[in-house]
């Protein structure tokens, strides 16, 4: 199995910087397909970014593209979000998650076998 914790959350001002992080524990990580999700009160779970296996292919949502940028560190067990340029509708929980060997696609929830249990990013304006 392989647990999740999220940190770096917090307060900012439109047009700051955040970077979140997620350490895995668990076997394989290097293996797995790493996700960023963000929900707002009242709304669906929606995909940020996801950074393949292998460290080559990431995919963003197009709200966030230039914005935001995944990557991983391996060594350290750990993935990271990049946010900058923030703005008020980034405001959400954000949830790391790790999956592999879904047919749904990795821009899905369903992709993902496990998941952090969120850091609250709030961007004021």
């Known amino acids: 199995q392989v647990q999740l914790v999220e940190s770096g959350g917090g307060l900012v001002q439109a047009g700051g910087s955040l970077r979140l992080s997620c350490v895995a524990s668990?076997?394989?990580?290097?293996?797995?397909?790493m996700g960023w999700f963000r929900q707002a009160p009242g709304k669906e779970r929606e995909f940020v970014a996801a950074?393949?296996?292998?460290?080559?292919?990431?995919y963003y949502t197009d709200s966030v593209k230039g914005r935001f940028t995944i990557s991983r560190d391996n060594a350290k067990n750990t993935v990271y979000l990049q946010m900058n340029s923030l703005k008020p509708e980034d405001t959400a929980v954000y949830y790391c998650?790790?999956?592999?060997?879904?047919?749904?696609?990795?821009?899905?929830?369903?992709?993902?076998?496990?998941w952090g249990q969120g850091t609250q990013v709030t961007v004021s304006s």
């Open positions: 998650a790790a999956g592999r060997f879904a047919t749904a696609p990795m821009t899905s929830v369903r992709f993902y076998d496990y």
């Open positions: 668990g076997r394989t990580f290097s293996m797995y397909t």
């Open positions: 950074l393949s296996w292998s460290g080559t292919s990431t």
